[in-house]
């Protein structure tokens, strides 16, 4: 159980593959602990050693014939293995945690781009997280062509779903963005000086 006076943050970074989100998340933990802040920096899935088990099996290109509903639920796996080992006891020392990826990943990419019906998928995360949802949420959005050039040749199983599938994330994300509490969207092709600046501006007005 989290006791709000002295809870920690739980700050998510999402948007497109390719926007950047990994160097914003080590910037934003650098500011922060020069601010006096306790914080971990975590990525979805991954942050356990369950969790980065099953990333393996997310990621590895040789499983195609993987199911999107398979995939939903192993992202789901990951993420409850996540909240309940690292995210909640974290928050109940006062921690501020910044996540590269949340349940907004699996609404986009599972959701939207593969056609698994959002209801459910809000419902499994109400189990997978206890309802834990993010103080903010940033979404560093890229236009698809940059997103997909910046990953390079060298994609994962999830990268290498295509164009078109990759262009209904974006839109998707900004969809969500717009009808979603304490979401906010930055520019991702953006230096990554201002784009720091910003993410430092938002996390500031919002948290401090
Ligand atoms: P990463 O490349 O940002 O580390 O994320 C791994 C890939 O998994 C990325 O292409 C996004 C995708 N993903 C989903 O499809 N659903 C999810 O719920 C999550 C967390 C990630």
Redesign the pocket.
């Known amino acids: 159980m989290i006791n709000n006076s002295t809870r920690g943050k739980l700050i998510v970074f999402e948007g497109p ?1 390719g926007g950047g ?1 990994s160097t914003q998340v080590k910037l934003l933990a650098e500011m922060l602990n020069d601010f006096g802040k306790k914080v971990i920096t975590l ?3 991954g942050g356990t050693i369950i969790g980065e088990k099953v990333r393996d099996i ?2 590895d290109s040789k499983f195609i014939e993987m199911a999107t509903k398979t ?1 939903l639920l192993l ?1 789901m796996a990951a ?1 409850a293995q996540l909240v309940e080992e690292v995210i909640i006891p974290a928050l109940n020392e006062g921690t501020f945690v910044i996540c ?3 349940i907004m ?2 609404i986009a ?2 959701g939207i781009a593969g056609g698994e019906k959002i209801e459910d998928i809000k419902n499994i995360a109400t189990l997978a997280t206890n309802s834990l949802n993010p103080d903010i949420t940033i979404v560093i959005d890229v236009p698809t062509e940059v997103g997909m050039k910046r990953v390079g040749s060298k994609k ?1 199983r ?2 290498n779903k295509g164009f078109d599938f990759h262009h209904k994330i974006r839109e998707g994300y900004l969809m969500l963005a717009q009808e979603t509490n304490n979401v906010f969207i930055v520019d991702g092709t953006a230096s990554i000086e201002n784009l720091n600046e910003k993410i430092m501006e938002i996390t500031k007005r919002e948290l401090f």
């Open positions: 593959d989100k990525r979805e899935p997310l990621l995939e992202f993420r590269d990826r949340f990943s699996t990419y599972q994962d999830m990268e």
